[in-house]
Every structure is written in C-alpha cells, then in structure tokens.
C-alpha cells in the first residue's frame, strides 16, 4: 500500500500544523519552492528538498502499525513548519510517481524522482515527547490508546501552561485564542469560565472547551474523547441561572430607584435687537423669557431626543430652524454681520406660524405692514446732474432704520418694530438716498439696474432706449457618445454672439463666454454720454438652461454639450420639447434629426389573403407608401411600428399614416380591423367575415371572387 495515497492519514498529519505553517506552507507549495521529491524506502520514508532562506531537506517517516506520519526539517525551526507542509502536499501530489511496496528495498536501492539529499537519507526516527503527567495528559492519553503525536502534545502542554498561568491571574480573552486561533476577539479582558476554580488541567479543559463551543469556536478532533461536558453541565447550569437571577434583581432594583419622568413644555421666540437678534426661552409655566445660553442646548436637545421636554407646536420649527446638532457651534445671539444670521433669519421670518414668536424689545409680535415698500427715483436734469433714488414707505414717508434685508420673494426688510415687504434690495446704503451721476444711469448698464429694482424708467432715459435682443441658436446633433463608441446620444449646444461681440454658451451653471484669442474686445470706461442707450433683452436667453433639463438632458464635460439618451420614446418628446421652444430661437438640426420634422410617409391599405385551413384565410396588409427607396423590411418596420417614429439608419426617423377616408374606416371597422393596429403579422379571419361588401374595397377582385364563391357552397 501507497500511504501517500491515504488521504486521512495526510489531513490528519497537516491538520496538526500552526496555521501560519500551514498558510505559508501554501504559498511555498504554489509557488514551486519544492525542488524535488524522494522515496527513500517505498510505503515508509520519503524527503522533499524546499527553497526558503537556503535549500532546506525535509524527513517525512510513515509509522504503519499506528498510521501516522513523523516530519524533521534542518531549517532552525526543525518540527511543524512551513517547508515540511509544502514538502506534504508535493509527495501527496506526487503519490502515482512512487511504489506502494517494497520491491526498492530488496535492491537496497530508493526510488527516486531527482537524486535525493544525502543528508535526508541520514535521518532516523526518533520517540515524539510527550506533556507532564497529569489528569489530562493521562485521560488523553487512555483514550486514544496510545502515545500522543507532537501536534497533540504541544497543545496538551499549553493547556497546562494557560492552567497554571489561570491559577494566579485568572482566565482572559488572550489566552482562549491560543487554545482557539479562530476567536476573532483581542486583547486581555479578563473572562468568567467557572463559579469556582476548576482545580486540575482536565475539569479545566472542560469549562474552556465549553466556553469555545459557546463561541462556535472550533475544538480539536484529537481532544474529543477527554471532552464530556456531562461532568460539568449541572454546574455551569446551576451558576448561569443564579447569574441571571442577580442580574434581574439589579435591573429591577435600578428601576425601582429612577425617578418619575416629568414632561415640560418649552416655548422659543426671537427678539429683535439693534445689532441682533437674541434666542430666548422659558418653560410655559414660567412668566418671563430668559436669554438662551450655549450651556442649555445641550440640555434641552438631550430632553427632546429623551422624551422629556416637548416645546409648543408653534415653535417647534423655530427651534429645527435655530439648532444645529450637527454643527461644531449653534448661535443664540444672532449677530446681523453673521451669514448664518441672515439664513436663519430668512427662513423664520417666512414661516407664518411663529410669526407671533419675533417679537421687539417690548415683547411685542413685529409688525407686517399690508403695504410694501417702494423705490422713488428723482431724475437729473442734465448730464451734470445725478439720478436720487429713495425707499419710501406707500404713504411716501422714509421706512424706519433698515436693520437687514432678507432676499426672497419677495424681499424683506426688517426693522426694529416690524417687516416690511418691498422691492429687490440694491444692496448699497438704506438709510441715505442713493445718488447716482446722471451718465451712470444714462446707460445700457444703468438702464438694467433699475429694471432690476423694478423701477418705472423716466421718459430721459426712455427716449434714447433701443431694445436689442440677442439672438439664441440650438445645435442639436446626433453622434457616438466618443470616438468609436457603438452607443449614440444626442448632444444640444446653445450658443449666442453677445453685445461685444464674444461667444456665450449655455453650460450647467448657466451662460459663459468663451473669449477667443484671436479677436480683440474694446470696451468703453469713463462717463461717456450714450447717445442711444442700448438695451440688452436676455429673456430668451434666460429659459436655457432649464430646457435643456426637461428634455432629460446632462452637461457633459466631454464635448461640452448638454447629452439626452437616445431612446425609443426621445422622438415624439423631442417633438413635442421643440414646440415650446420659442420662435426668436434658431434651431440647427443635423440630417438624422431634421427627419423628425418631416411629413409622415403616406400609405394605401390592400388586404392579401391567403388559405389557411377549411372556410379559414390569413389576411395581410399589402402596403403601398409614396418612397419607393423604402427596402420590404424596412416597410415591415414601419407596419410594426402602428404610426409611431422608426429609425432607418442614414434615412433617418420616419414613421407611417395611412391615407383612409371615412367610409375606409367605417369598412375596416366591419371586419373588426383598424388601420392603427396594422403590422405585418397575419390575421386569421372566417370566410363568413370576408365576404362582407366591406371586404370587397380592399381585396383583389379575384380574391373577393373567390372568397364570395366558398360562402355560397357552405
């Protein structure tokens, strides 16, 4: 017998192995470290020649009678390491090379991959070393029924070991994964195997290999007969049921001494300062607010997340508005220069429902004037003159000190006693008239300033204006999406000559010029009378690019184009996308998609019919359209299509609709047929339906002869 080819003796053997051994073992092994393999003395020594740091010659001695396999190694390690395993798996992969009796050894000669190592042919077997006497050295070594191997001895020793070490420092997370590698737990927390100490290496055992089958760790195979957990179930049961009765009584007791919860109602407001705006708070059964510091934030959103404090419903956006969980720092003074401040501001102010929550400093809800604010403009009367411009109340009276302006629609403007709603703010000083040198509004940039604030423009300036709208062109095109690509999209590009004379393109965050190098740009500086103010209608150009997006469309980088997917459904969206797109734009279509806008091809109905079976026919459409370049499956596409849009390759999209009157229809409508249903398949129809005068328009007259002879014989 070959015991190479004894394949449970081998994983018993490799089994036994560390598992680092075993994992660089592996590694070895596929990576054809293992020079060469020998049979010294067939079915009892063999040697393997493993490249590590240097050419190491591993012994392996097959041991008949016990079925079991010894390993020496000259690497430092000698016993259980990596070059023995690899030299394991190449002799078990070599087991056919090698005679499984010993006729070598009549010969005295060995049988021989390569030439062996002599220095491995040297090797004798030697006695494995076996663990201290004791109760489970002992019990082990009884019921196995002979000598343990080294593996088995090394890991008895370390239980003895770990159960000396237990003795005087108790039991920990370390020393259960040097029982059990696979414990995916680390460090050295200390852990509770037993109610008390075990005593002797084998009731130790016991409680560890309990522990490992709790974890669903792995117990060796060899240490099964010494583990019966019958010795101490009754035990380990009696302790976990007394460990639960305490931690029920702990629990319990825990309880019993928490106090009553308490649920409180807060309320928030804002109140408005000269230079903030101040966070306040009080519980509702407290009279005055009190100023909110950083130290009750915590508290109070700890209370909320715990269900012990609740705040009035009308405040509780105020306080989603105000706290910021998230943040490294939540405000409770608002200062105005703060850009939170104005955030925060801007979304409270428009919420109606804690309206009565921003009070002044005397408490008092703030005011929302029903008349919004407005712009004076007082004209100049002539170029040396300068354009005074006011916000006044609707009485014409000055509004009280601006304290912030709030942008929005529509903008507002806070004081100290109320809001008021009012024009776009221009952002420069509130509370002096704004005095602008006459040139300066005179102009084309002057003229957009105050459409801007809407303002009525006085009749100097409306005298001189000339309106000039830039004229948008739509690039549509359908290409690969890049070069050689077998996927195509249709890439839309918005492109307009502006007022001096640079490119714009519409990109995703709107319009942007593309300056070219090649051209030279003069702009006029200084205040210089315009004597015709020209003035910019950007309206179209505003509606890009919001229509880019509901056609579907995305910035592509690439090409930097706006990409739509090339769908089946993209040509009657298209369509239905270029009516809205106003008539001052120009619209470039390339070959492919200027087909879509092209008449549907026109189609004449003739019904063929064919036998198929007794007093039954197969009726199809014969389809005659004015373009004859069309190929018979091209026509086919079409019919199958029922009138919607089929692209043709080179040709195009092109669709079908057939040319019926309404006497057709009422005909096909007879037969049950409807021209919208067409397509090329066949329908089966009785004689008794062809036969009908309805037939008789769309059928050839010698077909319709024949059919009108079959009724009359059934």
């Not at 505003?542 to 090409?559: A, E, H, N, V």
């Not at 669709?655 to 229809?665: G, H, K, V």
């Amino acid at each position: 017998m070959n015991p190479l080819l004894d394949t449970s003796a081998i994983k018993e053997f490799l089994e036994g192995f560390p598992a680092q051994s075993r994992n660089l073992g592996k590694r070895y092994f596929a990576s054809g470290a293992v020079r060469r393999t020998t049979c010294l003395k067939p079915g009892l020594q063999y040697s393997a020649s493993v490249q590590g740091g240097e050419l190491y010659d591993v012994l392996f001695l097959y041991d008949p009678v016990t079925d079991t396999w010894d390993v020496e190694c000259t690497c430092p390690v000698t016993y259980d390491c990596k070059h023995a395993y690899a030299g394991m798996l190449a002799l078990q992969t070599a087991a056919n090379k090698f005679p499984g009796v010993p006729d070598s050894s009549k010969t005295g000669k060995a049988s021989l991959l390569v030439l062996p190592n002599p220095a491995a042919t040297a090797r004798v077997k030697r006695e494995e070393p076996q663990p201290p006497a004791s109760p489970l050295a002992t019990a082990l070594t009884v019921a196995l029924g002979r000598k343990l191997k080294r593996n088995e001895s090394a890991y008895v020793m370390r239980v003895q070991r770990i159960h000396r070490d237990a003795s005087q420092r108790g039991m920990n997370l370390g020393s259960l994964r040097e029982l059990a590698p696979d414990l995916q737990e680390y460090g050295w927390q200390q852990i509770e195997l037993w109610p008390k100490w075990p005593g002797d290496d084998l009731n130790f055992w016991l409680y560890c290999a309990w522990e490992m089958r709790r974890r669903n760790l792995a117990i060796p195979q060899f240490m099964l007969p010494v583990t019966d957990f019958s010795v101490i179930e009754p035990v380990i049961k009696t302790w976990e049921r007394a460990k639960e009765i305490e931690r029920w009584r702990g629990t319990l007791a825990h309880l019993s001494h928490l106090p009553e919860p308490n649920m409180e109602v807060l309320d928030f407001r804002l109140l408005i300062l000269p230079q903030e705006v101040q966070v306040q708070w009080k519980n509702v059964a407290e009279e005055q607010f009190k100023n909110l510091k950083q130290s009750h934030l915590r508290t109070i959103h700890e209370g909320f997340e715990s269900g012990t404090l609740s705040a009035v419903a009308e405040v509780a956006s105020l306080w989603a508005t105000i706290y910021k969980p998230y943040d490294l720092f939540t405000a409770t003074n608002l200062v105005f220069s703060r850009p939170e401040t104005i955030r925060i501001l801007n979304r409270a102010l428009r919420l109606p429902a804690i309206a009565s929550r921003i009070v002044t400093p005397e408490g008092v809800p703030l005011g929302w004037p029903e008349e919004p604010l407005r712009y004076e403009l007082q004209s100049a009367e002539d170029d040396a003159g300068d354009y005074h411009l006011r916000l006044l109340q609707a009485d014409g009276k000055p509004p009280p000190p601006v304290l912030l302006t709030l942008k929005g629609q529509p903008t507002l403007y806070l004081t100290q006693h109320a809001v008021f709603r009012g024009p776009p703010s221009h952002d420069f000083a509130r509370d002096v008239d704004l005095k602008l040198p006459a040139p300066v509004v005179e102009s084309s940039q002057g003229v957009n300033f105050l459409q801007h604030l809407k303002i009525e423009l006085p009749p100097r300036i409306t005298q001189r204006m000339r309106t000039l709208a830039l004229k948008v062109t739509l690039h549509c095109e359908v290409k690969p999406a890049y070069p050689g690509s077998n996927s195509e999209s249709v890439y839309l590009r918005a492109s307009l000559e502006n007022e001096t004379g640079e490119s714009e393109i519409c990109g995703a965050s709107g319009w942007y010029a593309q300056v070219d190098p090649r051209k030279q740009y003069h702009k006029t500086f200084g205040p210089v009378r315009e004597e015709v103010i020209t003035v910019i209608d950007r309206s179209v150009q505003k509606q890009f690019p919001q229509r880019f997006q509901t056609l579907g469309g995305k910035w592509d980088y690439y090409s930097s184009s706006w990409k739509v997917k090339l769908t089946k459904s993209f040509p009657e969206h298209f369509l239905r996308w270029l009516e809205t797109i106003p008539p001052e734009v120009e619209v470039l279509l390339d070959r492919s998609l200027a087909t879509l806008r092209d008449a549907p091809l026109a189609g004449s109905v003739q019904l063929n019919v064919e036998e198929a079976g007794v007093d039954w026919f197969d009726l199809k459409v014969a389809l005659n359209v004015t373009d004859t370049s069309l190929t018979p499956e091209e026509l086919k596409l079409l019919l199958n299509a029922r009138g919607g849009f089929v692209r043709l390759g080179k040709k195009g999209w092109r669709r079908l609709q057939f040319n019926l009157s309404q006497e057709e229809d009422e005909r096909l409508a007879r037969l049950g047929l409807d021209a919208r249903d067409f397509t090329a398949e066949p329908q089966r129809l009785h004689a008794l339906q062809l036969a009908d005068e309805a037939a008789s328009k769309f059928l050839p007259e010698e077909q319709a002869e024949r059919i009108r002879r079959r009724v009359e014989e059934l």
